[in-house]
C-alpha cells in the first residue's frame, strides 16, 4: 500500500477516534523526523494538528520538527547525487513554485523515492494556532539554540485550555 496513503488512514483514525469520551489523554505527544511535511496540504498538516490536540491532557505539550530549505540549499543540492553516508546517497529535486522537495535515496540498486511538502515558520504559526496551540519555544536545532530564521524548526507548543 502506499505510505501517504497508510499516513493518512492513521491520521483518519485518530481524528475519529477524538469523538469519543474514552480516549486515553497523553501528557506528550511528539511527531519526530518532519513526519508533517509528508502532508501535502494546509488542511491535512490542521487534520494532524488537531489530532495531536485532541489526544493531549489539558495543557499537555506537543512537539515536533520540520525544516524550510534556504536559498543556499537548494542551489548546493538541487539536481545531484550526493553521498550522506557510505553507499548511501540522497537527490534533492525542489520545486519552488509547490514548496515540494521529492528526496530520492539509493544504495546499491535500490532508489525510493518522496514527497515533503514544507511551509514556512508563520505559516506553521498560523496552523498552529488554528489547531488550539500556544507556541512556548521555536527552536533552530535539537540543541536548543534560538530560530534565526533559517532552515530546521523545532517547535515546543502547549495545547490551549
Not at 489523554?25 to 518532519?34: A, E, G, K, M
Not at 513526519?35 to 490542521?46: F, N
Not at 519552488?96 to 514556512?120: C, K, N, P, Q, Y
Request: hydrophobic content about 40%; some cysteine; proline content about 4%.
Amino acid at each position: 500500500m502506499d505510505p501517504q496513503a497508510l499516513e493518512n488512514d492513521a491520521l483518519a483514525a485518530v481524528a475519529d477516534a477524538s469523538s469519543t469520551d474514552d480516549i486515553e489523554r497523553v501528557p506528550l505527544v511528539i511527531c519526530p523526523f518532519r513526519s508533517l511535511l509528508h502532508m501535502e496540504t494546509d488542511d491535512e498538516k490542521l487534520r494532524a494538528l488537531r489530532a495531536a490536540r485532541v489526544l493531549l491532557e489539558p495543557e499537555g505539550r506537543f512537539a515536533f520538527d520540520v525544516f524550510s530549505p534556504s536559498r543556499e540549499d537548494i542551489e548546493e543540492t538541487h539536481g545531484r547525487w550526493l553521498e550522506r553516508e557510505a553507499g548511501i546517497f540522497e537527490r534533492a529535486d525542489w520545486d519552488e513554485g509547490t514548496r515540494t522537495l521529492s528526496l530520492s535515496v539509493r544504495s546499491g540498486d535500490v532508489i525510493t523515492t518522496f514527497g515533503l511538502h514544507w511551509l514556512s515558520a508563520p505559516e506553521w504559526l498560523r496552523l498552529l494556532d488554528e489547531a488550539g496551540f500556544a507556541v512556548d519555544e521555536l527552536y533552530g536545532w535539537f540543541d536548543r539554540r534560538s530560530y534565526d530564521g533559517e532552515e530546521d524548526m523545532i517547535f515546543a507548543c502547549t495545547a490551549r485550555g
